[in-house]
Nanobody
Framework: QVQLVESGGGLVQAGGSLRLSCAAS????????MGWFRQAPGKEREFVAA???????TYQDSVKGRFTISRDNAKNTVYLQMNSLKPEDTAVYSC?????????????????WGQGTQVTVSS
């Protein structure tokens, strides 16, 4: 059983920044692939970013260069630093853990999910 709890969402104007955190349980956290997904109203959940045990990362094209995923294994925490935010970034952001295997960009590949945190970007 893995528990994931997100925090750090909020309201921000276009061009602003937010840093999301996801606190995770599990002694093997350091081996997990950790991902961030988002879901806007009326849209499918989409991949945002993921990071593996060695710090390798993958980003959705639309956030590349603006968002940075990182992890602190000692704190069992993964972060998503979001800069230069755009209104189209507005969504509920959820963290997810993939306990076995390499980075994947589909939500079905992840085993555990947090409840999500709302990010709203105004123009």
């Amino acid at each position: 059983q893995v528990q994931l709890v997100e925090s750090g969402g909020g309201l921000v104007q276009a061009g602003g920044s937010l840093r999301l955190s996801c606190a995770a349980s599990g002694r093997t956290f350091s081996t997990y692939v950790m991902g961030w997904f988002r879901q806007a109203p009326g849209k499918e959940r989409e991949f945002v970013a993921a990071i593996n045990w060695g710090g390798g990362d993958t980003y959705q094209d639309s956030v590349k260069g603006r968002f940075t995923i990182s992890r602190d294994n000692a704190k069992n925490t993964v972060y998503l630093q979001m800069n230069s935010l755009k209104p189209e970034d507005t969504a509920v952001y959820s963290c997810a853990a993939r306990t076995i295997g390499a980075i994947r960009t589909t939500s079905t590949a992840y085993d555990y999910w947090g409840q999500g945190t709302q990010v709203t970007v105004s123009s």
